[in-house]
């Protein structure tokens, strides 16, 4: 009998070379596609095609959308996510949850092998390997691409050797799409002084005229667009649709990988950030000081576990927890100003707004405590300071 094995599968040449080796070397191929919102139906049908084309035996297409939202996306969003205060997890984020469907896909056909087309250049060979290995550590691993330090050239003769003549010409830039964003990866961003040209963005300019833009916000979650009631999903969507007009959402991350390298990508993100940025200046209106605090230290390590492959460590869902809980007065409306290139939160409504009227207008009327109050308060506040100073400074 011959061996099952689960590939994961995308379409491009690593995957594509995987279907034929691997039968030659004796498993019964079944393909598993994972789309995270970067693809359509169209084009979900064209990779099945190939799939079955190269001599998969089955192929499976998931759209897990909805649960990467909820399980994913929305903890970015609560805490304001954005690696080394750029990169809103555009791509790495989406890797577990592809990783945990592919498994799931395993496990419903009994196969004993589970494989991947990740070379061993990058990140998601750990994402990938550490899921299986953590949840399934009686299925075996298979990397060819990886494991064989197959090179491009090798994959495209072996397939022509084969009869597969699809084209593979190598296009200058890599792109990776998905709801929450898309990378981009080229010459440029190997090298520490390069920049991404215009031409190598997914998006470009068609609007030059400014745009107000509303978000509404339920809990911490956007649930309206412009006075229109939606699903979060559809909300980040219709955002996007709208905001990648203008050119927005650009930038070019460096951080440090898995591996132990710096690594740079370039990204276009316009829905990502509007949206954390409009829900981070809401939660400046409605969270207390301490809350505030919290979500900036838990949020930047909920980020790295999410980046690094460890979204199963259970720190996650206490993590989880505490940024759900924050996000109870979460509620109202911000208005964002859409420009070409650029945009800017411009403000927000709230019935949670701790900047009450009732309480006074900060630099301009006081209506919660006396002159005398402050002068009290301001002695206490220094006596601590008084003593030290006292004590260490006889000079």
Not at 27 to 52: C, D, L, Q, W
Not at 159 to 181: A, D, M
Not at 217 to 241: N, T, Y
Request: glycine share 8%.
């Amino acid at each position: 009998m011959k061996k099952k094995i689960v590939l994961a599968f995308s379409g491009g040449l690593d995957t594509s070379f995987c279907v034929p080796y691997l039968k030659e070397q004796g498993y019964e191929v079944h393909t598993a596609f994972v789309n995270t919102g970067g693809f359509s139906p169209e084009e979900e049908e064209e990779i099945r095609k190939r799939a079955m084309e190269l001599g998969a035996k089955t192929h499976t297409c998931s759209n897990i959308v909805e649960d990467y939202y909820n399980k994913g996306i929305k903890y970015l969003i609560f805490g304001n996510v954005l690696k080394n205060a750029t990169y809103p997890l555009s791509v790495s984020s989406e890797r577990v949850f592809q990783g945990l469907e592919v498994l799931r896909i395993a496990k419903k056909k009994k196969a004993g092998y589970v494989a991947h087309g990740s070379t061993g250049a990058g990140n998601d060979q750990v994402r990938f390997d550490l899921i299986f290995d953590v949840l399934a550590p009686e299925i075996e691993i298979i990397a060819p691409v990886r494991d064989n330090n197959f090179q491009r050239k090798f994959e495209i003769d072996y397939l022509k050797s084969k009869g597969f003549n699809f084209s593979w010409k190598k296009s200058k830039y890599s792109i990776n799409q998905g709801i929450w964003g898309t990378s981009i990866g080229g010459q440029e961003t190997l090298h520490s002084d390069g920049y991404l040209p215009e031409e190598a963005y997914p998006h470009h300019v068609t609007e030059k005229k400014e745009k107000i833009l509303s978000i509404d916000f339920l809990k911490g979650e956007p649930v309206g667009v412009d006075g229109v009631k939606m699903s979060p999903v559809e909300a980040i969507r219709r955002i996007a649709s709208i905001a990648n007009a203008f050119g927005i959402g650009r930038d070019i991350h460096t951080g440090d990988t898995i591996i132990g390298i710096k690594g740079r990508v370039g990204f276009e993100a316009a829905a990502p950030l509007i949206i954390i940025k409009a829900h981070h200046l809401l939660e400046k209106h409605v969270l207390v000081k301490g809350q505030l605090n919290w979500k900036d230290h838990i949020s930047a390590y909920y980020g790295q576990l999410m980046h690094e492959a460890q979204y199963l460590d259970p720190t996650a869902r206490d993590m989880e927890a505490f940024l759900e809980s924050t996000q109870k007065n979460v509620t109202g409306t911000v208005y964002v100003k859409l420009r070409p290139y650029c945009f800017q939160a411009l403000g927000c409504e709230s019935p949670y707004d701790l900047m009450d009227s009732r309480f006074g207008a900060y630099g301009e009327d006081n209506k919660s405590f006396t002159a005398q109050d402050v002068i009290g308060f301001t002695r206490v506040l220094a006596n601590p300071l008084k003593i030290y100073y006292s004590l260490s400074d006889k000079k």
